[in-house]
C-alpha cells in the first residue's frame, strides 16, 4: 500500500531552535508539495518541487523556511529559528506528474509542530 | 481570550440520507477539480475527480457535479454513514502554458459533515 511518509508526526520545541520535517513521497511519484494547515488560513501551499528542482516557493518565508529534495525519495522542510506563529500542521504530498492523473496529490498524515 | 479561526461552514445529516457538499471555485480557467476528505488527525484523502469536459462522475456511493456556468462543484454522497464525518475540501488546478505546466491545486476553505447516528 503505497504512501507518503513523514516524521516527525509531532514535534514540540522552543523558539529559535531548528525544526526539520521529513516526507518521503510515494516511489516513482515526480511531484512533491509542502502545505501548511492552520485554524485561521485553512491549507496554504508552501513549496513544491517536479523531478527534485523547485517550482514554487513562493508561499514560504524565506527568512526563516527552506524545502529541499536531497534525493528522489526524500524532501525536507526546516525552519530556522522557529516562532511560536509556525506552530501548524505540515503535510507533506507527491502526485505522479504525469498521465491522466498527474495533478492527484497524495498527502501524508502530517507533522503536527508546537512552537513554545 | 476567544481565538478566531476559519468558521468552516458545517453540514449534519441523518445516518442513512443523502448528503450534498457545495463548492464554489474561483478561476473560470480552472480544467481539473478534486474533491478530498479529512478525517480528524489525519491528511487529506483523495476521493473523486473530475475533467472540465465532463459535468458529472460517478464513484462509489460519491458523485461530483460540476456546473461551469456559475462555477461551480457539488459532491453527493449517497446513504451517508458515520465513517463519512469529516472536513470536505474542493480543489481546483487552473493550467498554465510556461511549458512546464502546472501541478498546483488551489484548495477551498472545506465543509465540515457531521453525521448523525
Known amino acids: 500500500d503505497a504512501r507518503v511518509t513523514q516524521t516527525p508526526r509531532h514535534k514540540v520545541t522552543e523558539m529559535g531552535q531548528e525544526v526539520t520535517m521529513r516526507c518521503q513521497p510515494i516511489?516513482?511519484?515526480?511531484?512533491v508539495f509542502w502545505y501548511r494547515q492552520t485554524m485561521m488560513q485553512g491549507l496554504e501551499l508552501l513549496a513544491y518541487f517536479r523531478n527534485r528542482a523547485p517550482l514554487d516557493d513562493s508561499g514560504m518565508p524565506k527568512d526563516r523556511f527552506s524545502a529541499e529534495m536531497p534525493d528522489a525519495t526524500l524532501a525536507t522542510l526546516k525552519i530556522q529559528p522557529s516562532e511560536p506563529r509556525d506552530s501548524a500542521v505540515y503535510f507533506c504530498a507527491s502526485g505522479p506528474g504525469q498521465g491522466r492523473a498527474k495533478n492527484i496529490q497524495y498527502f501524508g498524515a502530517g507533522t503536527r509542530l508546537s512552537v513554545l | 481570550g476567544e481565538s478566531v479561526g476559519l468558521h468552516l461552514p458545517t453540514l449534519s445529516v441523518q445516518e442513512g440520507d443523502n448528503s450534498i457538499i457545495n463548492c464554489a471555485y474561483s478561476?473560470?480557467?480552472?480544467?481539473?477539480f478534486i474533491w478530498y476528505k479529512q478525517e480528524s488527525g489525519k491528511g487529506p484523502q483523495f476521493i473523486i475527480d473530475i475533467r472540465s469536459n465532463m459535468d458529472k462522475r460517478q464513484g462509489q456511493r460519491v458523485t461530483v457535479l460540476l456546473n461551469k456556468t456559475v462555477k461551480h462543484l457539488s459532491l453527493q454522497i449517497a446513504a451517508t454513514q458515520p465513517g463519512d464525518s469529516a472536513v470536505y475540501f474542493c480543489a481546483e488546478n487552473t493550467p498554465t502554458y510556461s511549458g512546464a505546466g502546472s501541478y498546483q491545486l488551489t484548495f477551498g476553505k472545506g465543509t465540515k459533515l457531521s453525521v448523525i447516528p
Open positions: 516511489l516513482g511519484h515526480n511531484t
Open positions: 478561476n473560470s480557467a480552472s480544467d481539473y
